[in-house]
């Protein structure tokens, strides 16, 4: 160990003679400690909240919607194949999408109509499949076709299974007493709940048989849904579908669609993160009053140092290592307090949120080491910048005048 290490510690360890110093170092490592750990828990409840949302999302939504230029069309099965044979597809499926007023006879209410092949939608969207496949698909053919609602368009409509509904579509013909909107009868099969209010709220599903016909379609459809192996990769799949299809078509993967909530997300973050490393740079900027206290009490130590032959690099050494010791032991205690309470937080749960405001009833935690990692070099950094100026200071005393006035 060098000369500066083992002085450095021996400061570190010592008693100072004012204990207003020790208090302040205590602090000060106190300080950090909170600060990372407050960063810890706050940005794994984030990385929790996004990696919820975004399985919330897929749950109800395709990872690639590829489309036509001015609407539906009805050749869709030689573009459903080239889709299928594109690498990184696993599957795909074709689907209507369009607005429709609901009607039951407790109440009315705007919707958003998705017509799906029952025996392909359980593959593109994984809360459907039970549903789909057993609801729609297995239908008594001598009674009113089935619908599935959102749980919350069902409540507002006020249906629950089994209950009757009208289905009010503008696709409709013109009459001798003027233009008459398609209307035809459906029975609630089930209820759908995402989690996420605005899907819950105006989502409802029927075969896509029933949507062409209701909606005088014939064969068309809206558009094809497609899921992919590498829900990350989706965005360059994508752009492999539209450079295999060429123009007119074109596609959106789920990151776009979305793109303002995450993006939305991905800012709050950065601000949390900002505004919580304020907490470590107090803690910081009590590590430099710590260091400029002690400069002072141990000036007749480092006049000795320097006129025993000790260099001012080394005297910075001494007091940049004693900073960065009391960052350190912080830091780490902070990672390890962190740690702790997001496994407790994950395992337990115990702090719950108003089912009334929230889409989930407990915090998410999800610790990320990258995240991790980042905060703990962050505070570290920090602590070491707070070292400097005491430092340099100590390291630029005039031996002589020290002694002399010590």
Same mark, same amino acid.
């Given at each position: 160990?060098?000369?500066?290490?083992?002085?450095?510690?021996?400061?570190?360890?010592?008693?100072?003679?004012?204990?207003?110093?020790?208090?302040?170092?205590?602090?000060?490592?106190?300080?950090?400690?909170?600060?990372?750990?407050?960063?810890? +828990?706050?940005?794994?409840?984030?990385?929790?909240?996004?990696?919820?949302?975004?399985?919330?999302?897929? #749950?109800?939504?395709?990872?690639?919607?590829?489309?036509?230029?001015?609407?539906a069309f009805s050749d869709y099965m030689p573009v459903l194949r080239h889709i299928?044979? +594109?690498?990184?597809?696993?599957?795909?499926?074709?689907?209507?999408?369009?607005?429709?007023?609901?009607?039951?006879?407790? #109440?009315?209410?705007?919707?958003?109509?998705?017509?799906?092949?029952?025996? $392909?939608?359980?593959? +593109? %969207?994984?809360?459907?499949? $039970?549903?789909?496949?057993?609801? %729609?698909?297995?239908?008594?053919?001598?009674?009113?076709?089935?619908?599935?609602?959102?749980?919350?368009?069902?409540?507002?409509?006020?249906?629950?299974?089994?209950?009757?509904?009208?289905?009010?579509?503008?696709?409709?013909? +013109?009459?001798? %007493?003027?233009?008459?909107?398609?209307?035809?009868?459906?029975?609630?099969?089930?209820?759908?709940?995402?989690?996420?209010?605005?899907?819950?709220?105006?989502?409802?599903?029927?075969?896509?048989?029933?949507?062409?016909?209701?909606?005088?379609?014939?064969?068309?459809?809206?558009?094809?849904?497609?899921?992919?192996?590498?829900?990350?990769?989706?965005?360059?799949?994508?752009?492999?579908?539209?450079? $295999?299809?060429?123009?007119?078509?074109?596609?959106?993967?789920?990151?776009?669609?979305?793109?303002?909530?995450?993006?939305?997300?991905?800012?709050?973050?950065?601000?949390?993160?900002?505004?919580?490393?304020?907490?470590?740079?107090?803690?910081?900027?009590?590590?430099?009053?710590?260091?400029?206290?002690?400069?002072?009490?141990?000036?007749?130590?480092?006049?000795?140092?320097?006129?025993?032959?000790?260099?001012?690099?080394?005297?910075?050494?001494?007091?940049?290592?004693?900073?960065?010791?009391?960052?350190?032991?912080?830091?780490?205690?902070?990672?390890?307090?962190?740690?702790?309470?997001?496994?407790?937080?994950?395992?337990?749960?115990?702090?719950?949120?108003?089912?009334?405001?929230?889409?989930?009833?407990?915090?998410?935690?999800?610790?990320?080491?990258?995240? %991790?990692?980042?905060?703990?070099?962050? $505070?570290?950094?920090?602590?070491?910048?707070?070292?400097?100026?005491?430092?340099?200071?100590?390291?630029?005393?005039?031996?002589?005048?020290?002694?002399?006035?010590?």
């Open positions: 160990m060098s000369f500066e290490y083992f002085i450095g510690g021996r400061y570190l360890r010592a008693r100072q003679k004012q204990s207003f110093i020790s208090l302040i170092t205590i602090l000060s490592v106190v300080g950090v400690m909170v600060g990372v750990m407050a960063l810890i +828990i706050v940005i794994a409840v984030m990385a929790g909240f996004e990696t919820d949302l975004k399985s919330r999302i897929l #749950g109800v939504e395709s990872h690639v919607v590829v489309m036509r230029h001015g609407g299928q044979k +594109i690498n990184g597809v696993k599957n795909a499926a074709p689907f209507i999408y369009t607005q429709v007023m609901l009607k039951s006879s407790s #109440g009315i209410s705007g919707a958003v109509l998705k017509g799906v092949d029952p025996k $392909a939608e359980g593959r +593109i %969207v994984k809360n459907l499949h $039970a549903l789909v496949l057993q609801n %729609v698909e297995l239908e008594d053919k001598s009674s009113a076709p089935g619908i599935i609602l959102g749980k919350e368009l069902a409540k507002k409509l006020r249906v629950f299974k089994g209950d009757t509904i009208n289905l009010i579509s503008p696709a409709g013909m +013109i009459s001798p %007493v003027g233009y008459l909107p398609s209307m035809k009868q459906y029975i609630v099969r089930d209820t759908i709940e995402s989690g996420i209010h605005d899907y819950d709220e105006s989502l409802a599903y029927i075969n896509i048989k029933d949507a062409q016909k209701i909606l005088r379609m014939n064969d068309s459809v809206t558009g094809i849904e497609v899921n992919v192996a590498d829900i990350y990769n989706a965005r360059n799949i994508a752009e492999n579908i539209i450079d $295999a299809l060429g123009f007119p078509y074109w596609a959106r993967d789920w990151m776009q669609m979305n793109k303002n909530l995450f993006s939305a997300l991905k800012l709050e973050k950065a601000v949390m993160f900002i505004i919580l490393i304020l907490i470590v740079l107090v803690a910081a900027l009590n590590i430099a009053s710590s260091l400029i206290m002690m400069v002072m009490e141990k000036t007749k130590d480092i006049a000795i140092l320097k006129a025993m032959g000790a260099t001012d690099m080394s005297i910075r050494k001494i007091f940049v290592f004693k900073g960065m010791m009391i960052g350190s032991v912080g830091t780490s205690l902070g990672v390890c307090a962190g740690y702790i309470l997001c496994k407790l937080l994950e395992k337990y749960k115990f702090i719950d949120l108003p089912g009334d405001v929230y889409y989930i009833t407990t915090l998410p935690v999800q610790l990320v080491f990258t995240d %991790v990692l980042i905060i703990a070099v962050a $505070a570290l950094l920090i602590c070491f910048l707070a070292t400097l100026y005491p430092a340099h200071q100590a390291s630029k005393l005039n031996p002589v005048e020290a002694i002399r006035h010590g």
